[in-house]
């Protein structure tokens, strides 16, 4: 095999440059696979030298198997990169191992994806090869008993791939085509409105007590005597939560009603919202 055919062969198997592959194969004296581990060693250098930088674009991933659903954030440095082949090809496998592994990060990072080779050494080799730093983000897996999934992904880069993705579990002892609208539509609406839990009571205290101190700082500019204040602020924070509970949120279709006049007004029995997972690139 002459040294171009080598050369071609080992950009093929790498990914890695002209330049590169010439000079690993120099190095090798020629050997092929010394030279595939004197780019992978190099790539491992490089690529740490790009996990100083931030990556903040990328795309979230969804899987669907059965009633299985699983979301997964991958991020890099730019938006050009989030719509590159290789890219695309290597989230969707990730995708499918994060959902076998129910959005275990320990367990993704070590299972054997298609070539082989490890999700971690896969993720090395793509860093080197796209040229910018790439992470695995945020994951969730919804598979609850007696419910059903419903999703929506808002800005598609392609297939099951977007910018921002919504999983919402409904439970009810009527499995309806009026059941499936109302999940897709339900999907849509978190999307849209973004609620921080089912119900009011689930709001997590820190981000309760953050809002009030907020308005709290925000009333003592206002020199309104203190009576009124606390009537103001006890109104402003009545309000927060209802804006941030997905039950009392209005509802994006009719804003006049709120989600559970909706719910009530489906008549479908038993019909319980069990959770839902809102992720957007970038938050």
């Known amino acids: ?25 120099k190095e090798s004296s020629g050997d092929l696979e010394k ?7 190099k790539g491992i250098s490089k690529a740490s030298k790009k996990m100083s930088r931030d990556a903040k674009e990328g795309v979230i991933a969804l899987t669907n198997l059965e009633n299985k659903t699983s979301v997964l954030e991958v991020n890099c440095e730019t938006d050009f990169v989030a ?23 320990e367990k993704l990072k070590k299972t054997l994806m298609q070539n082989n080779s490890t999700v971690e050494d896969n993720l090395v080799t793509m860093i080197a090869k796209i040229g910018e730093k790439i992470t695995l983000g945020r ?10 999934n419903y999703s ?9 791939l977007s910018k921002l993705a919504v999983i919402v ?13 109302f999940g ?22 820190e981000i309760l007590d953050k809002e009030n101190e907020l308005i709290t700082e925000e009333l003592k500019n206002s020199g309104k005597p203190e009576d009124i204040a606390k009537k103001i602020s006890s109104g402003k924070m ?4 209802e804006d941030n509970s997905l039950m009392t949120q209005q509802w994006v279709m009719e804003p006049k009603k709120k989600v559970k006049d909706i719910i009530s007004e489906l008549g479908l029995k038993g019909l319980k919202i069990i959770d839902f997972f809102r992720i957007k690139i970038g938050d």
Not at 83 to 105: A, H, P, R
Not at 197 to 204: A, K, L, Q, R
Not at 238 to 241: A, M, T, Y
């Open 238 to 241: 009545n309000k927060f939560k």
């Open 184 to 205: 897709k539509q339900l999907s849509m609406h978190i999307a849209a409105s973004n609620p921080l839990s089912v119900e009011i009571s689930g709001i997590n205290k």
């Open 1 to 25: 095999m002459s040294d171009l055919e080598k050369i071609k062969q080992l950009r093929a198997s790498t990914g890695a440059g002209f330049k590169d592959c010439n000079s690993a194969l």
């Open 152 to 160: 929506y992904l808002h800005t598609v880069v392609k297939d099951n």
């Open 83 to 105: 719509k590159n082949e290789d890219f695309i090809n290597f989230v969707k496998e990730l995708s499918k191992i994060n959902n076998q592994v129910n959005s275990d990060q």
């Open 169 to 181: 579990s409904l439970s009810s002892s009527e499995k309806t085509e009026k059941l499936d609208l």
């Open 139 to 148: 994951a969730k897996t919804f598979e609850y008993k007696d419910a059903k």
């Open 35 to 41: 030279a595939v581990e004197i780019l992978r060693v």
